[in-house]
């Protein structure tokens, strides 16, 4: 039996080759060549990590601000505190090395000569320098201020005044001063102004506790501002710190990047402040110095004596800053671990 092969002519595509073009090749496999967009994930592989805290937002300029108006007036508070106590030691400095003698008129008693009896005795004290007995001239001279020019002082009993320069006031006895001359003098009375050194004294430590106050109120509101902008800053990025927590981070490393952040902040705000309080007490001294001459500049200098500012403010305002960077960001740390271990 034989088997006829039927052979066909059936027209077959040739498979498309692996080197050639082809349109519904390129339709269909994607260029590789294109550029991929870049992931925003800040976490992906390959990124360089950028802080947890961002950088230049509105809070974080406001809080400079801030900090930097408390630093203004926190060493507006310092520098007066130091230009009163230094004004305190030259008063009492002043006070201290003087005292009076005073002598009453007394009916049949020649008031010269216990002037010069109550001379000697003061001489010969331990500590006293100097002795000087005013005029009865010199005497009215000082009561004219007071009862003015047209009082005939001649015929008021106006007492003498014995000046006394104490070259070291605490080696004066001025109780047996006082005996000696109640004694030996008649009308004679001892003024050492220790009555007045202590009422400076007073005046001036509650000007200075005044002063401490406000500055610790001051403190006080900076410390309070940072707590706020800590706890904002923590709530707008609940979710960078949610997957820091995920991976592993501790509340102590979190506490650290915001401290960081936080401290930088606080150092430029102090410091734009305490730049500001210097340059105004720059200002202030060439003002004072430029109105010397002034009758307002002699009135207050003879109710206040020589104000001026030491090279101790600008050193305390130059320290100042500095504890309140550091306070800003003791502040932060303390509040994001307490924020944290409450909410983990």
């Not at 009076?100 to 010969?124: H, L, M, Y």
């Not at 009555?195 to 509650?206: I, K, N, Q």
């Amino acid at each position: 039996m034989t088997t006829h092969l039927d052979n066909r002519n059936e027209t077959t595509a040739p498979l498309p080759s692996a080197n050639m073009p082809s349109s519904h090749q390129s339709d269909t496999v994607p260029d590789t060549t294109q550029t991929q967009p870049k992931s925003s994930n800040p976490f992906a592989i390959g990124k360089k990590p950028g802080p947890i805290v961002p950088k230049g937002t509105i809070a974080g300029h406001a809080l400079v601000l801030v900090i930097a108006i408390m630093s203004f007036l926190a060493a507006l508070t310092v520098a007066a505190v130091t230009m009163i106590s230094s004004a305190t030691r030259d008063w009492q400095s002043d006070i201290g090395r003087g005292a009076t003698i005073q002598i009453r008129q007394i009916d049949g008693i020649d008031i010269e000569s216990q002037i010069v009896k109550a001379i000697d005795i003061a001489r010969a004290s331990k500590g006293i320098e100097k002795a000087t007995a005013l005029s009865q001239s010199q005497s009215s001279a000082l009561l004219e201020p007071w009862l003015g020019l047209d009082l005939a002082f001649d015929e008021l009993p106006i007492p003498r005044l014995i000046e006394l320069d104490i070259s070291d006031p605490e080696s004066v006895d001025f109780i047996a001063l006082s005996t000696r001359l109640q004694s030996e003098v008649k009308g004679a009375i001892l003024d050492n102004h220790r009555f007045w050194v202590e009422r400076l004294r007073s005046m001036a430590e509650t000007a200075i506790l005044i002063g401490f106050t406000i500055l610790c109120l001051v403190l006080a509101a900076t410390i309070l501002t940072v707590i706020f902008a800590t706890r904002s800053a923590m709530a707008g990025n609940q979710e960078t710190i949610a997957v820091l927590h995920f991976v592993g981070a501790g509340n102590r490393f979190i506490a650290a990047e915001f401290q960081q952040k936080f401290f930088i902040l606080g150092l430029k705000g102090s410091l734009a402040g305490g730049l500001i309080a210097m340059l105004t007490f720059f200002i202030m001294q060439l003002v004072l110095s430029n109105e010397a001459a002034s009758a307002a500049a002699d009135q207050m200098q003879a109710l206040l004596g020589v104000i001026k500012l030491d090279m101790e403010a600008y050193i305390a305002t130059f320290i100042l800053t500095f504890i309140i960077a550091i306070l800003t960001a003791i502040t932060t740390r303390l509040t994001v671990i307490k924020t944290l271990s409450k909410l983990h």
